[in-house]
Nanobody, 124 residues
Framework: QVQLVESGGGLVQAGGSLRLSCAAS????????MGWLRQAPGKEREFVAA????????YYADSVKGRFTISRDNAKNTVYLQMLSLKPEDTAVYYC?????????????????WGQGTQVTVSS
């Protein structure tokens, strides 16, 4: 049974930082493209970042480029999202996602597996 378990969310002031983690189990982690998406109240789920299997290639939404960094540790079956200079508009539930085929499926939210999500709230 595949599980993606996010952690690290919370309440932070604008300008602050958080580091999200997603621990994967039940799959061969290094075979999967991994990513993060988010959903704010009343809005569609949107792509945040994705990382290739080896970690050598990364993609970011324009809204987070330069502030967020995605990384992975294949030995620990974990993907991370370091978030700096947080803004109130970053407030959302952040979901970890995995796909065995390509990062575009992650970007579109049509991926193989999802986590339960972790809440990030940025106060102004």
């Amino acid at each position: 049974q595949v599980q993606l378990v996010e952690s690290g969310g919370g309440l932070v002031q604008a300008g602050g930082s958080l580091r999200l983690s997603c621990a994967a189990s039940g799959l061969t982690f290094s075979n999967y493209f991994m990513g993060w998406l988010r959903q704010a109240p009343g809005k569609e789920r949107e792509f945040v970042a994705a990382i290739y299997r080896s970690g050598g290639i990364k993609y970011y939404a324009d809204s987070v480029k330069g502030r967020f960094t995605i990384s992975r540790d294949n030995a620990k079956n974990t993907v991370y999202l370091q978030m700096l200079s947080l803004k109130p508009e970053d407030t959302a539930v952040y979901y970890c996602a995995a796909d065995s085929q390509n990062w575009v499926k992650l970007q579109r939210g049509a991926c193989d597996y999802w986590g339960q999500g972790t809440q990030v709230t940025v106060s102004s």
